[in-house]
């Protein structure tokens, strides 16, 4: 199944041991590389770099540790995962 990225936005996350850790806000993609590398679960409305820094530090998580994205996104909480 394909989705959208504009469907992934207010999306619920659930890591495997069935918590709860956000709904999607911002996502920040590698254009080079043609990927989302990372999910925010707060806004990205940073008014500094250090700010910016310190959302995707403590309130991100690296897209690598996704597991499956249908009706929530499900992350893994061991290691990360090799897509």
């Known amino acids: 199944m ?3 990225l504009s469907e992934l936005f207010g999306m619920d996350i659930y ?6 850790r956000g709904k999607v806000f911002d ?3 590698n254009l080079e590389k043609g990927r989302i590398e990372t999910i925010t679960t707060e806004p990205l409305k940073a008014t ?8 995707i530090s403590e309130k991100s998580i690296p897209y690598s540790k ?3 994205a249908k ?3 499900l ?3 061991k290691g990360e995962v090799q897509r």
């Not at 890591?15 to 709860?20: L, P, Q, V």
């Open 2 to 4: 394909t989705l959208r």
């Open 66 to 68: 996704v597991i499956s």
């Open 75 to 77: 992350i893994s909480t």
């Open 15 to 20: 890591t495997t041991d069935a918590e709860r």
């Open 27 to 29: 996502l920040v993609i």
């Open 48 to 55: 500094s770099k250090a700010e910016a820094k310190k959302i």
């Open 71 to 73: 009706n929530i996104i």
